[in-house]
């Protein structure tokens, strides 16, 4: 899925749609960052980064752990995230 697949869902008047939007966002945005710091770690970028890898990792580990609240809450709130 692309972010720009969960813009209806975001929009929604549906409380569950919008949580669910939110953390489909998130794990496609930690999977980009997954995938650069991948690269960036193999000197493979096609680009010199203005942060360091500590730094992006650090976002990496944040991110991660905000997805691992969104789930619990969403096991609370019987939210469907699939």
């Not at 010199?48 to 789930?71: I, V």
């Not at 809450?73 to 939210?79: D, K, L, S, T, V």
């Amino acid at each position: 899925m692309k972010l720009n697949e969960t813009v209806d869902m975001m929009n929604s008047t549906e409380y569950k749609e919008r949580f669910r939007a939110e953390y489909l966002q998130l794990t496609i945005r930690m999977c980009g960052l997954r995938e650069m710091l991948k690269k960036y770690k193999a000197n493979m970028l096609n680009f010199t980064p203005s942060c360091s890898y500590d730094l992006l990792n650090c976002q990496f580990k944040a991110m991660d752990m905000y997805a691992s609240y969104l789930e619990e809450r969403a096991i609370i709130e019987g939210i469907e995230l699939n």
